[in-house]
């Protein structure tokens, strides 16, 4: 398995969209930086997120995730209290190739305010908007800004294509418009 570099990000993109909306540079002015890097695309979290609300000690069941636990919220920046998570889903929406995987990381800037951002694997011919948990390790609240970068997603290119994609078993988090809470089927 290799890395793919930067010149075969950008032709994806323009190929295969890929990566919708692409920026094709790195934007980094006065901003959390997003778009093409060396091996890698930083993306951006978009303006809606579910604040996670329930009550100190409260069990969340992986199986059975209640709504009830989440309030919605949109705006331009959205304060991660300490000790607690937000669920964001990214600005950009990715098609996956059959021969690639991924592996996701937060953001540099973030870690060092004790954000972290988690986010599972892209795996072969997924699709769609990434759910991600951004989680506030930290004791004072944090600020994530809508819009900017929020985590990069490493492009791994495999020897062989896989047997079986994620699309070939339709994936449950196949083609996800928005922040999907998880789910057991």
Same mark, same amino acid.
């Given at each position: 398995?290799? $890395?793919?570099?930067?010149? /075969?990000?950008?032709?994806?993109?323009?190929?295969?969209? *890929?990566?919708?909306?692409?920026?094709?540079?790195?934007?980094?002015? #006065?901003?959390?930086?997003?778009?093409?890097?060396?091996?890698?695309?930083?993306?951006? $979290?978009?303006?809606? @997120?579910?604040?996670?609300?329930? &009550?100190?000690? #409260?069990?969340?069941?992986?199986?059975?995730?209640?709504?009830?636990? =989440? !309030?919605? =919220?949109?705006?331009?920046?959205?304060?991660?209290?300490?000790?607690?998570?937000?669920?964001?889903?990214? $600005? %950009? @929406?990715?098609?996956?190739?059959?021969? +690639?995987?991924? +592996?996701?990381?937060?953001?540099?800037?973030?870690?060092?305010?004790?954000?972290?951002?988690?986010?599972?694997?892209?795996?072969? %011919? /997924? %699709?769609?908007?990434?759910? *991600?948990?951004?989680?506030?390790?930290?004791?004072?609240?944090?600020?994530?800004?809508?819009? !900017?970068?929020?985590? &990069?997603?490493?492009?791994?290119?495999?020897? %062989?294509?896989?047997?079986?994609?994620?699309?070939?078993?339709?994936?449950?988090?196949?083609?996800?418009?928005? +922040? $999907?809470?998880?789910?057991?089927?």
């Amino acid at each position: 398995m290799g $890395v793919k570099p930067d010149h /075969w990000i950008i032709k994806m993109a323009r190929s295969e969209k *890929m990566i919708e909306p692409f920026e094709e540079s790195l934007v980094s002015q #006065a901003c959390v930086s997003y778009g093409v890097s060396s091996y890698g695309y930083d993306f951006r $979290v978009d303006r809606h @997120y579910r604040m996670f609300r329930g &009550q100190p000690g #409260a069990i969340i069941d992986p199986k059975l995730v209640g709504s009830e636990l =989440f !309030e919605d =919220f949109e705006g331009d920046s959205c304060v991660v209290p300490p000790g607690s998570f937000v669920l964001g889903k990214s $600005v %950009e @929406y990715f098609r996956i190739p059959r021969d +690639i995987l991924t +592996i996701c990381t937060g953001k540099s800037t973030y870690a060092r305010c004790g954000l972290l951002t988690n986010i599972t694997p892209f795996e072969p %011919e /997924w %699709e769609g908007f990434v759910t *991600m948990a951004i989680f506030n390790t930290g004791p004072a609240p944090v600020r994530v800004y809508s819009g !900017e970068g929020i985590a &990069q997603v490493i492009f791994l290119s495999a020897d %062989e294509v896989c047997t079986r994609s994620y699309g070939d078993r339709k994936g449950k988090y196949q083609a996800q418009k928005g +922040i $999907v809470l998880g789910k057991v089927e």
